[in-house]
């Protein structure tokens, strides 16, 4: 295996040019080569002008009157969660509490979720104890991404791609499978868009209606539209990229309110005088606590760690402060080459004390009342975190995440007290696949014993 040389640096101006940058600092080839085999070409894996051209027609969907139309969506398997989990108590022959696991729990909420307000197709998860067809599908066709050796060798030689990739029935059959929802999907979305074209405020409100929307909206020209296979591609676009993130960090806030049972307790009396179970997304967003809350889950907690580039062409990377390297030598700059690899650590400056204070690693939703001006220095497309990342190839559907992530805990919160089933040592923080996750007994999960909150 040929080894290349990786920038590591938490230095914000370095960290800055090369996420403003895009074109000249792209993901690895042979990760690109690995998604696009199994999800097609989506706006994860493209580059340059074809990233660029998605990316702006995709925007259009992810905005915040966007997200607003699906709040619907969010409560309602947001209740059939809470729903779900009370009913463990009356199992348990109406005992005051029950043991649940969480992050099964919100894997199923955030799938159906993002099933139906990502694509309009209902996984069902939550009502059925069983798996769909395309979630199936979708499974068998990752598992054999990341498990095939000759897919891997392909991935990282660029030769070996004219030679066949000996996949194997179950993946061809698996593709055909999200290759034939994905169509379904496209066509029902289609259809409906054609019966209510012109009229305002009609017709479906997932992601792929509204991208259907906005790639046939008048003002795009003709030859400026994405094709049918790119928008179909960003069906397991979203699928892989807004589910487990999504699933993860609500996981990580739960394990946050056990260990800290007084935030727990404030936290609980600023929600519990909302007097409505579905506040709308702006009485949501101005609980002052709870996204105070949330800020510091993101910031401690970032369910992708690190991100990696590589150096299109030669350049100079600007550095805030400079390096002295192993000769002495003093340098301003950093001069990078074509092929050299970036680490981008998300994790790190998300914690460095430099930059949030000595306190850097303490859980404390109350530093965002007021953030060291340091921080006004990190690239970031929100919070002054690098947990979405910052730059134009930064997350698209950070909106559409958090508010998913605040109706979910809205809704858990209110209606239950949280602490851990495990002792906190049980708890491991490890990186499986790109999601950094709870882990016990080398397993991602995370229980917890539930009961009801007092005057619900
Ligand atoms: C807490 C939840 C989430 C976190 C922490 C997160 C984080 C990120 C990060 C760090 C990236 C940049 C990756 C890279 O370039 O190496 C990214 C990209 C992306 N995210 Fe998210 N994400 C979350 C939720 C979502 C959701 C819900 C969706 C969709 C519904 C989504 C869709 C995307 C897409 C499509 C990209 C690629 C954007 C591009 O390359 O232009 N993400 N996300």
């Keep these: 295996m040929v080894s290349i040389p990786r920038l590591y640096t938490t230095d914000l101006e370095a960290l800055h040019h090369i996420l403003h940058n895009y074109f000249d600092y792209q993901k690895p080839e042979s990760t690109r080569f690995a998604l696009s085999r199994l999800l097609g070409n ?9 990233h660029k051209f998605q990316r702006r027609v995709m925007n259009a969907a992810f905005g ?20 779900l989990w009370a009913s ?12 649940v696991e969480a992050f099964d729990g919100l894997t199923r909420a955030t799938l159906d979720i993002i099933g139906l307000a990502g694509f309009g197709y209902d996984f069902s998860s939550l009502n059925e104890n069983k798996k769909s067809e395309l979630y199936e599908a979708f499974s068998v066709v990752i598992k054999s991404g990341s498990t095939s050796a000759w897919r891997i ?40 868009q054609d019966t209510t074209e012109g009229k305002a405020d009609a017709g479906a409100k997932d992601l792929l209606s509204l991208l259907i929307k906005s790639n046939t909206n008048s003002g795009v020209p003709e030859g400026q539209r994405m094709s049918d296979e790119d928008v179909l591609a960003q069906v397991p676009t979203f699928l892989i990229a807004g589910h487990e993130t999504t699933t993860t960090s609500t996981t990580w806030a739960l394990y946050n309110l056990c260990l800290h049972q007084d935030v727990q307790a404030k936290l609980r009396e600023e929600l519990l005088n909302v ?16 996204d105070h809350f949330v800020h510091e889950v993101l910031r401690l907690y970032s369910p992708i760690p690190n991100t990696v580039r590589v150096a299109a062409k030669d350049d100079v990377i600007p550095l805030k402060e400079g390096y002295t390297d192993l000769k002495g030598k003093f340098h301003e700059n950093f001069l990078i080459k074509k092929g050299e690899g970036i680490f981008i650590p998300i994790y790190a400056v998300n914690r460095d004390k430099k930059l949030w204070g000595e306190d850097a690693a303490e859980f404390k939703p109350e530093r965002w009342e007021k953030l060291p001006d340091a921080v ?71 229980p917890l014993v539930i009961s009801p909150v007092k005057d619900n």
């Design 42 to 50: 989506g706006v994860l894996v493209m580059e340059g002008e074809h």
């Design 64 to 83: 915040p009157t966007q997200v607003k139309l699906v709040i619907e969506t969010f409560y309602d398997k947001s209740l059939l969660l809470r729903d």
């Design 88 to 99: 463990r108590m009356s199992d348990s022959g109406g005992s005051s509490s029950a043991n």
């Design 153 to 192: 060798l392909q991935a990282q030689f660029a030769p070996l791609r004219i030679l066949p990739s000996f996949s194997g029935p179950a993946f061809k059959q698996a593709k055909e499978t999200m290759a034939r929802i994905g169509n379904e999907l496209l066509a029902e979305a289609k259809k409906v």
């Design 275 to 290: 007097g409505t179970d579905q506040p709308s997304m702006e009485e949501i967003n101005t609980l002052s606590y709870f």
């Design 376 to 446: 006004n220095a990190v690239p970031s497309v929100w919070g002054n975190m690098m947990t979405f990342l910052g730059g134009s190839r930064a997350c698209i559907g950070w909106r559409f995440s958090l508010i998913e992530m605040k109706v979910l805990l809205f809704t858990l919160i209110r209606a239950f007290e949280f602490k851990l089933a495990v002792s906190e040592e049980d708890v491991s923080v490890l990186k499986m696949g790109v999601v950094l996750r709870p882990v016990v007994k080398g397993i991602a999960q995370l």
